[in-house]
């Protein structure tokens, strides 16, 4: 046990708990669970944006509860401590002839973290990381452990693949995988009117496709991410955490545009030129293995808001939010992100039941985020929008409970679970209704 204060990756979420344990073993965790005092949060890798892992009681991390446990060949699946972050996953399952069937561009979360808060990839037929979860064992808060699965303690599975770690402290998660594949990353610059006309054949023609758009450019950046038979080259990645020369530079371009604002337009259509650069040519695209495919390595901090609206009002968001960008007198300078997230079937999953579009905006985290976050997400709840758990927004429980079919029965197992809240900071009384 050691006492220190605690902040998220962005730096601006702190917490100054009373204790802060790394337990080894599930049993070890139980019983730390068990006697802990005040709220009980855990922290992965504070890649969530919002108050989700704050605490004045205890913080729990699963730093020391991380690898593969045993996989299945036959069934592709793989049994993984809750502490592991996708990143030391992708090797690990590689060397067992698996691989995620998809995943995001930052791959330092901590895989309970990601199921938790419904983290996921861009595909028109892929779902969220939490989906692709079979079952796990869930550390209750009174400290007994119960396996969870859709054939033992169903309620709490579908309950409990997106909790945000409300119903308790995942140990052990099992979940669906893919044989090994590479993956062929190609991309470059469209006008943003071609963009438009042409969103569909881009969604459907590539396993996975996403746009970047910084709002004063006139052209889009894509990026699409197709099954490859070409040999995969390797990648060398630094440490988690080490810049490289992209970060550095675009670190600069931040601090000058936090000092010279009237030059934001300028920055971003000079990084959608040089952006869609890389791709020029007709040479075949990079071929990685899918975990290496899949990661950027971004180093400079921000705030993100994303919210998961319904796929066919996605291009209309978007150039909303856009337009609203340009027009509002807010200083930013990262670009919006557009990716594509199949339905689910998990009770508070942003997906459920629903093909979605996820729309992000990000802020330099030297720079204040909330005058512009406030206005785009007026835009997203017209819209439809379901927030990103571990992203910024302002939605309550009066709010959310008209987005999620499945709400009160998520309450319902959550009060079964832990009755006293011992589990909710008030960042989630608040999202739940807990006085």
């Known amino acids: 046990m050691a006492k220190a204060e605690w902040q998220n990756w962005s730096g601006w979420v702190k917490a100054q708990p009373r204790e802060i344990y790394r337990p080894e073993t599930e049993e070890e965790l139980g019983r730390l669970v068990a006697k802990s005092h005040g709220t009980i949060r855990v922290a992965g890798s504070g890649h969530s944006f919002t108050p989700i892992c704050q605490s004045d009681g205890t913080l729990f991390s ?4 991380s690898g593969l446990i045993s996989t299945d060949s036959e069934k592709k699946t793989a049994k993984i401590f809750a502490g592991s972050t996708i990143r030391d996953l992708g090797p690990l399952l590689h060397a067992q002839g698996l691989g995620l069937i998809n995943q995001g561009d930052i791959d330092r979360q901590a895989i309970a973290g990601a199921v938790g808060t419904g983290t996921h990839g861009t595909g028109k037929g892929l779902k969220s990381i939490s989906a692709a979860v079979t079952g796990f064992r869930l550390v209750t808060p009174n400290g007994d452990v119960i396996t969870c699965s859709p054939d033992e303690n169903s309620d709490v599975f579908h309950a409990g693949r997106v909790s945000m770690g409300s119903l308790g402290i995942m140990s052990e998660i099992d979940l669906q995988c893919a044989p090994a594949y590479a993956l062929e990353e190609r991309g470059g610059r469209l006008p943003v009117a071609e963009l438009f006309d042409t969103l569909d054949a881009l969604r459907d023609e590539n396993r996975h496709f996403e746009f970047f758009w910084f709002p004063y450019a006139d052209d889009v950046l894509v990026k699409t991410l197709n099954v490859s038979d070409a040999q995969p080259k390797t990648r060398k990645r ?30 971003q259509r000079k990084m959608t030129e040089e952006g869609g650069s890389r791709y020029a040519g007709d040479a075949p695209g990079r071929s990685r293995w899918s975990h290496d495919a899949f990661p950027s390595d971004r180093n400079v901090r921000f705030n993100e808001m994303e919210y998961a609206v319904p796929a066919a009002r996605g291009p209309d968001c978007v ?31 942003p997906f459920f039941e629903r093909d979605s579009v996820t729309i992000s905006i990000h802020q330099y985290h030297k720079q204040s985020y909330r005058k512009l ?48 809240a011992r589990m909710l900071n008030p960042f989630l009384r608040n999202l739940f209704g807990v006085s």
């Open 319 to 349: 150039r909303e939010v856009a337009e609203h960008m340009r027009r509002c007198g807010v200083n930013f300078l990262f670009p919006i992100e557009y990716r594509y997230v199949a339905a689910d079937d998990a009770w508070l999953s």
């Open 373 to 420: 976050f406030a206005g785009v997400e007026q835009i997203f709840r017209k819209y439809e929008g379901r927030p990103h758990w571990g992203k910024l927004h302002t939605l309550a429980a009066e709010d959310l409970q008209q987005l999620y079919p499945k709400w009160g029965d998520f309450c319902a197992v959550r009060r079964g679970l832990d009755p006293d």
């Open 238 to 267: 630094a440490p988690d955490g080490q810049d490289g020369p992209a970060d550095i530079a675009f670190r600069k371009l931040c601090e000058i545009s936090r000092y010279a604002p009237f030059l934001r337009g300028r920055l």
């Open 62 to 65: 699963l730093e020391h509860l």
